[in-house]
């Protein structure tokens, strides 16, 4: 079980906080880690119609095309855009 001691204000560590994410991960059925919600927020970003240039700030990304591969989004979503919004006469 998680435990956490909240008498003590220290910062805590990394793997803290990965064993952390990793035990709810096997409570939960799910694979977390500590970069589960940073993806979460940008693909939920994403998602809400949010520009890839904001969500790039948001995540410290300097390039679109890494926000775009740690979020998940794949050649098809962007096809599929392409597609959903064609222009036709």
């Not at 919600?37 to 990304?61: D, F, Q």
């Not at 998940?72 to 597609?83: F, K, N, R, V």
Request: one cysteine or more; charged letters at 20%; a positive charge.
């Amino acid at each position: 079980m998680v435990a956490f001691q909240l008498s003590k204000m220290y910062p805590i560590s990394r793997q803290s906080v990965s064993a952390a994410f990793k035990e709810v991960g096997n409570i939960l059925s799910l694979k977390l880690g500590t970069h589960s919600m940073p993806k979460t927020l940008g693909w939920t970003m994403y998602s809400a119609g949010e520009r890839i240039e904001r969500i790039c700030k948001v995540l410290n990304h300097k390039d679109s095309g890494v926000t775009m591969r740690y979020i998940g989004l794949t050649q098809a979503d962007i096809d599929s855009a392409y597609h959903e919004y064609e222009i036709k006469f």
